[in-house]
């Protein structure tokens, strides 16, 4: 079940049933995605070669709205890990009650080996494969592994092409001068930081005194990172595909940022910075090397994954330390995995609730679309701030309600319920 996401997703589904009012006919449907397609990109490289390369668009379930969903680029990349990922789009979107179905996209790549000029006529090529699908109105991308605001922008671009006219909200996740809206880029890692925060609150705890290890450190990893420093928190370890840093006196996060974000990387993290000089500490040296696996199982308040799927499963879990998960990457903890949590009582925010800020402020670049308008940083954040506290507030009051297991069943029965009942308003059709 590790090695396959989409059992993952069902088998999440299916402890949420018993907890959920909704009717077995109904749940039956909510398990299939309405329609996948798959397209072959021939694409002549800067070298010359021909490659042919593969992808994928799925569309879950559009009974509350238009798909919604990002597209990544990766050389794991499968048909059922879209799928899964399209799934727990579609119960992310209903839990944050935004007016979506889930979707999904990828095309197996490796993006490393491949020029900007090889990424922009892949884009371009796969963006005419789907366009048949996508639209405002039908189905919206918006950047996710590996991909970002340009990528977003050839897309963009490409669809608009065909139309013959500028289509800004096709996509979300663009650059601001294309009519995309500040705070987008930061958006997921803000929503993980705050449901952190939400959960010391519940648990009585104080943030400022605990520790966090992230594992992972692209785009969500470092903005959760930052936020979640600013709050006091101390940011111990950190890693990438290269490896893992650790201090237990915690990391010096804007000086790892900004020697990330200037392309390097965090094997070659050697700074000598004074680190922690905001807690008063005085010590120069470097990090820890530490394995990535590793970090999952150190002594810390909270462990946030968020890189890919499949990391916490039923051969590493009872290794791990930490006392809370907050999950920012999609999928990362296995059923069997969840499971040994539940029985040590280690509180895991799910995925489709820690990890939502970036859909919920796709949303609102969406909106600001449609009605050719522009909001500031502080109001999309505000709005941010409040739809996934709300969305936090509602799954722990199902939970606290009585026999449910963990909050992520609590999260499921609450997405599964609103979609179940979109479903039965709208009814069969033919």
Sequence with gaps: ????????????????????????????????????????????????????????????DSARGPFKGGIRYHPTVTQREVEALAGWMSWKTALVDLPYGGAKGGVICEPKDLTENDLEKLTRRYTEGIRRMIGPETDVPAPDMNTNSQTMAWLMDTYSMYEGYTVPKVVTGKPLELGGTPGRTAAT????????????????????????????????????????????????????????AYDPEGLDVPTLAAHVEAGGLIEEYTDGTLRGASRDRTRWDEP???????????????????????????????????????????????????????????????????????????????????????????????????RIG?????????????????????????????TASAHEYRGLFP
């Design 189 to 244: 890692g803000r929503g993980v930081s705050i449901v952190t925060e939400r959960l010391f609150e519940y648990l009585e705890r104080d943030l400022s005194e605990a520790t966090v290890a992230i594992q992972g450190f692209g785009n969500v990893g470092s903005h959760a990172a930052k936020l979640l420093d600013e709050s006091g928190a101390r940011v111990v370890a950190t890693s990438d595909v290269t490896g893992a």
């Design 288 to 386: 820890d090397r530490i394995a990535n696996e590793e970090l999952l199982t150190l002594d810390v308040d909270v462990l946030i994954p968020a890189a890919v799927e499949g990391v916490i499963t039923a051969e590493n879990v009872d290794e791990l330390r930490a006392s809370a998960v907050v999950e920012a990457a999609n999928g990362p903890t296995t059923v069997a995995a969840d499971e040994v949590l539940t029985d040590r009582d280690i509180q895991v925010v799910p995925d489709i609730l820690a990890n939502a800020g970036g859909v919920i402020v796709s949303y609102l670049e969406w909106v600001q679309n449609s009605q050719e308008f522009s909001w500031p940083l502080e109001t999309v954040n505000a709005e941010l701030e409040r």
């Design 1 to 60: 079940m590790a090695d396959d996401p989409f059992e993952n997703m069902l088998a999440q589904m299916d402890r949420a049933e018993e907890y959920a009012d909704v009717d077995h006919g109904v749940f039956e449907r909510l398990k299939h995605p309405e329609r996948t397609l798959k397209v072959t990109l021939p694409v002549e490289l800067d070298s010359g070669e021909v490659e042919v390369f593969e992808g994928y668009r799925c569309q879950f």
């Design 390 to 418: 709300s969305a936090f507030d509602e799954t722990i009051a199902r939970y606290d309600e009585g026999d449910i297991p963990d909050l992520r069943t609590a999260a499921y029965t609450i997405a599964l319920e609103r």
